[in-house]
Nanobody, 117 residues
Framework: QVLLVESGGGLVQAGGSLRVSCAAS????????MGWYRQAPGKERELVATITRTGSANYADSVKGRFTISRDNAKNTVDLQMNSLKPEDTCVYYCYCTTGPLVRYYWGQGTQVTVSS
């Protein structure tokens, strides 16, 4: 089992920045990928960014150039720095990780990010 606890988020004006963080505990040695999804009311959850254990990152087209994902394997944390925020970035952001060798997903409880226009 892996437990993910998020922090950060909140309310910011358009064009501003926020950082969300996620700390993993439990069977952390089995974690492979980590990252963030987001979900707006009435919409499906979408992948925002993901990072491998070796630091290779991928981003949704909608956030490329604005968001940066980082990971600290020693601390078992993954952060998402969000710059140039837009009202359409308003969502609940969920931290996730996968474990191996049989892939299994774990999720955080979610943290609200609200961008006002």
């Amino acid at each position: 089992q892996v437990l993910l606890v998020e922090s950060g988020g909140g309310l910011v004006q358009a064009g501003g920045s926020l950082r969300v963080s996620c700390a993993a505990s439990g069977r952390v040695s089995s974690i492979t990928n980590m990252g963030w999804y987001r979900q707006a009311p009435g919409k499906e959850r979408e992948l925002v960014a993901t990072i491998t254990r070796t630091g290779s990152a991928n981003y949704a087209d909608s956030v490329k150039g604005r968001f940066t994902i980082s990971r600290d394997n020693a601390k078992n944390t993954v952060d998402l720095q969000m710059n140039s925020l837009k009202p359409e970035d308003t969502c609940v952001y969920y931290c996730y990780c996968t474990t191996g060798p049989l892939v299994r997903y774990y999720w955080g409880q979610g943290t609200q990010v609200t961008v006002s226009s």
